[in-house]
């Protein structure tokens, strides 16, 4: 491709139509101010003709080259519309399959514009223009979206505006909406606030934001459980796995378990504050209350048989301290380990929490001494009461949700997590809610439910991801989810996870990959080895000469000549990744399809 080629051109061909169309005029205004000239009428329409040709055919190489779009805004109504005409995928704006026949061409540019300025603003709009002006609307198969989606794009690339276009649509569709954001961007929180008014769903919209106490719901992660274990599991994921932390995080597990099941013995719905209240202060009143209530259901004159072991312990003195309160605690354990303990009556639950009690409490308080600081993270301030609200506390009239609710009502569910201000209760709010949401999606799986399409947006994914977010993309797509995780680099994802290859296992599980302008380099390679390789053909000339002389004679040779080649490169050259304009994007979709798009913003 030679820099005069009419992909890298200007549009000329409007300057010579009008031109045309200005010599046609000239041509109409001198027969009719000069009398006898009817034959100026034959050229003024030949020059109309021309002028004609001149700007169809300049109009037609709009969008290429430097001509390209830079920026479309979409109103609400005609993204419906587009859904209409599109209603097996996701719109997301427009563009072109990328061939190699692209590559090339982006090369030859290159090659073509060496040593010349990029111009000002960022990205090169010319990329778009690849497709020689042509582009149409794209759409990506719902059954593509099923397998997820990563997208990845620097601060400022667009992918809080791609967002917008994702959510609209998910809202319009009739989806239950999950949105997890970090950051906790108020023109997102809006947008969906809106498009809820306008699809009829204004009553389905719920948000919780830490930074608003006041308004926002109270959302209950521990709520929504089968067994136990499924609670600790949750906290248990918020903890380091790596090393020898693995054996302090199963000993907070083994706590949890045991303290909740001590609660849901006694009746009482295991909270965050509950939680902590227990395993900071000590379990031994929750173990009373938990025996006492075994051994109620068991034997509901207990309290006969249990008589003499209480006027026992009465009489036991084993320090001054010693209170007729302290011996009604110890008295009720000391019936049950003599009479239910290890027989069928017993309990599993009350077993494992008295073992817990009769640990030696310094080596308790090492073996959580990571498991306090988490709990206190979620449940001190505002915090506490948001995610372990009180359903006997009359005066707060804040609605109280929890993960099954949100999915069975098909709510639309914004999450600000307000990571600014504190990114590490941000950190573990988000996480903890996720493995709230992996939990509920195992049971809809299990079960057989149909809750319909669940579409989960998660941005700045490096701040919440978890083992919990890794099921949800490995095992949550038959039951409904979709997910979109969007974070700035790949790095980001591995020092979270703090293990590469685990960073790869996450994205590895999303089947499509959206990239808006990146910078990082790493992040890049990630791109195009998922993109693939091509062939391009280059021209190689070189050119020769000699002298020699003999008998007193100088004789001159010349030579020159012309190589084709043929070598491998990435089909989207890397470097331009971080040449793309803002809002645009280059697509990898399951089935091997390469898309170069552009997103618009919405005007209203």
Partial sequence: MSAHDPFIRPPYEWLIGLSWGIASLVSIYAWYILPGSASMLIPAFFYGALGVLGVVRGRSLIGRGAGSTALSKITVKKLLRHMTENPDGMWFGWGFEWMPHHTQRAIDFMMARKGQPDGGGPGQLWIHGLNQGAEKQITIPF?????????????????????????????????????????????????????????????????????????????????????????????????????????????????????????????????????RYYIEGGPEKLLVRAVESHCGKVNPNWRVDAEPFYVLARKQKLTPMETITQADMLAPIVFYRQTYSGTALGSEGVDGLINLVEHNRLHFSKMIATLIPLLNMLTSGSLGSMLSPDEDDVGDMRHIFESNQIISGKFVFYMGLDALSDAMVAGAMGSIVLSDFASVAGRIYNRGIDAGRISMFVDEAAEVVNVPFIQILNKARGAGFQVVMATQTVPDITARTGDESRARQILGNCNNLICLRIKDGETQKFVVETFGKTYIQTVSQNMGNSANSADNITHYQGSQGQSLMVSETDLFPQHLLGQLPNFHYVASISGGRIIKGRLPVFSD
Avoid: W
């Fill in 143 to 275: 059954k593509s979206l099923e397998g997820h989606t990563f997208m990845v794009g620097t601060t400022g690339s667009g992918k809080t505006r791609a967002y917008e276009i994702m959510v609209a649509q998910a809202i319009h569709r009739g989806d239950t909406v999950i949105m997890i954001d970090p950051k906790g961007d108020k023109d997102l929180m809006e947008r969906m606030r809106r498009e809820c008014a306008r699809a009829g769903r204004a009553e389905k919209f719920i948000f919780f934001h830490p930074a608003f106490p006041s308004t926002s719901i109270r959302l209950d992660p521990m709520r929504n459980f089968v067994r136990t274990t499924e609670l600790a599991s949750r906290l248990a994921a918020l903890l380091p796995t790596d090393g020898t932390a693995a054996t302090f995080t199963a000993f907070s597990f083994r706590a949890i378990n045991l303290i909740a099941q001590g609660l849901v013995e006694t009746g009482v719905k295991p909270t965050l504050k509950k939680l």
